[in-house]
Structures are given as structure tokens and as C-alpha cells.
């Protein structure tokens, strides 16, 4: 028996369906399919069609500083999102609630940003963000500038301005590529803009 593996989206995963079942399978080996998207994707990064965006979402920015760090040697914008902005916000002196902060990276924070514009890198974080008073399918919510973030609430999504602000500065790229989450996706209810309303803009 052997094991193929050609699910490119969970790949990254130590999942039983993609790492544990190489421990009792052998060969164990990536697919014509993952090859494909791999090929793609190094060639998107290697020689972009220019003015190339990256779009890095995630909870934390402890585990997107390399993603980003290595990004920064290649593109000419990166949005930040997911709730690793509010590290970004939390870094720039604003106040963020109860929303998701990586006390120990703020110092890091502060240098990507400033390594990003010594690049002249368009560095974009949130305007808006939608806040919930707690992390669950009926917490009520509402939109406010990052500026003004109320305490005990969280931020867990882009606002609407700040989706409109992102979808202007990518329709001009012409190679976007794409990391992470950009906002909770755990409850429908709170999985209110960015995935669906951008990718209309998305160079094709």
C-alpha cells in the first residue's frame, strides 16, 4: 500500500488524513496535483506579474513572521489580517479591548511596518473592524474605526470600509496571492466581509 497525497489545502497540516497515516504507509508521496499548485505558486512568487499584492490573514503573528518577512523581499503591497491586526493596531499605540494581542510581539510589529516602508511596501492594515462582545455564534456586534475600539468588546473581522479601501488597492495588481484567514470563520454569523466581497476584485 502507499499513500498520495494531492490535497494542496491542508498539506501544511499534521492532520491524521495527511501526516499520521504517512507513519503507516510508505511510499508516502505528494501527488501530480500538489506539483501543480506548487509549480504555480513558485512562479507567482518567483517572477510576479507586477504590481504583485500579498494577503497574509491569521490569529498570530508569531506564526506569519516568516510568511511575512519573506514576502517583504517581493512584493509591492501586503494587507494584513485576521487577528494578528490588532497586534499591528495594539503596536501603533491604539487601544484594542479584549481583542486577540501578542503582548511579546508589539516590538516586532513596529519593525515590520518600519521595514515595509524603508521598502516603499503599501502597508495595509484594517480602517474598520467589526467587534463582538464575546466569541460566540449570538454575540452582538458593530462596526468601529480601529481608532475607537470600546473596551471589553473584540475586534474579529474587517469593517466595510476597510474592505472597500483593500478591494481599491488590489485592482490594480496584477499577482495576488493569499494566506490565512481574514476574519473568524468558526460562526456564520461573524464571517461578515472579506473572503466573499474580495475576491470580485481578485485579478483573474
Not at 62 to 70: A, L, N, T
Given at each position: 500500500d502507499l499513500f498520495v497525497n494531492d490535497a494542496f489545502g491542508t498539506a501544511h497540516r499534521a492532520h491524521g488524513s495527511t501526516e499520521g497515516v504517512t507513519k503507516y504507509l510508505s511510499p508516502?508521496?505528494?501527488?501530480?496535483?500538489?506539483?501543480?499548485?506548487?509549480?504555480?505558486?513558485d512562479g507567482a512568487v518567483s517572477e510576479p506579474?507586477?504590481?504583485?499584492?500579498?494577503?497574509?490573514?491569521?490569529?498570530?503573528?508569531?506564526?506569519?513572521?516568516?510568511?511575512?518577512?519573506?514576502?517583504?523581499?517581493?512584493?509591492d503591497k501586503i494587507v494584513i489580517g485576521g487577528g494578528m491586526v490588532f497586534t499591528f493596531l495594539k503596536a501603533r499605540g491604539l487601544e484594542t479591548g479584549s481583542s486577540l494581542v501578542e503582548e511579546d510581539q508589539l516590538e516586532l510589529a513596529t519593525k515590520l511596518e518600519k521595514?515595509?516602508?524603508?521598502?516603499?511596501?503599501?502597508?495595509i492594515l484594517p480602517s474598520d473592524v467589526i467587534v463582538a462582545d464575546k466569541f460566540a455564534a449570538d454575540a452582538a456586534t458593530q462596526t468601529v474605526s480601529v481608532d475607537s475600539i470600546p473596551?471589553?468588546?473584540?475586534?474579529?473581522?474587517?469593517?466595510?470600509?476597510?474592505?472597500?479601501?483593500?478591494?481599491?488597492?488590489?485592482?490594480?495588481c496584477k499577482t495576488v496571492i493569499w494566506n490565512g484567514p481574514m476574519g473568524v470563520f468558526e460562526f456564520e454569523a461573524l464571517s461578515l466581509s472579506l473572503s466573499p466581497s474580495l475576491s470580485p476584485s481578485l485579478p483573474l
Amino acid at each position: 500500500d502507499l499513500f498520495v497525497n494531492d490535497a494542496f489545502g491542508t498539506a501544511h497540516r499534521a492532520h491524521g488524513s495527511t501526516e499520521g497515516v504517512t507513519k503507516y504507509l510508505s511510499p508516502s508521496v505528494a501527488g501530480f496535483l500538489l506539483q501543480k499548485e506548487l509549480d504555480y505558486l513558485d512562479g507567482a512568487v518567483s517572477e510576479p506579474k507586477r504590481p504583485f499584492a500579498a494577503i497574509v490573514g491569521g490569529s498570530k503573528v508569531s506564526s506569519k513572521i516568516g510568511v511575512i518577512e519573506s514576502l517583504m523581499e517581493k512584493v509591492d503591497k501586503i494587507v494584513i489580517g485576521g487577528g494578528m491586526v490588532f497586534t499591528f493596531l495594539k503596536a501603533r499605540g491604539l487601544e484594542t479591548g479584549s481583542s486577540l494581542v501578542e503582548e511579546d510581539q508589539l516590538e516586532l510589529a513596529t519593525k515590520l511596518e518600519k521595514i515595509a516602508k524603508e521598502k516603499g511596501i503599501t502597508f495595509i492594515l484594517p480602517s474598520d473592524v467589526i467587534v463582538a462582545d464575546k466569541f460566540a455564534a449570538d454575540a452582538a456586534t458593530q462596526t468601529v474605526s480601529v481608532d475607537s475600539i470600546p473596551e471589553g468588546w473584540m475586534g474579529l473581522d474587517n469593517g466595510p470600509v476597510a474592505t472597500a479601501e483593500i478591494q481599491k488597492e488590489l485592482s490594480d495588481c496584477k499577482t495576488v496571492i493569499w494566506n490565512g484567514p481574514m476574519g473568524v470563520f468558526e460562526f456564520e454569523a461573524l464571517s461578515l466581509s472579506l473572503s466573499p466581497s474580495l475576491s470580485p476584485s481578485l485579478p483573474l
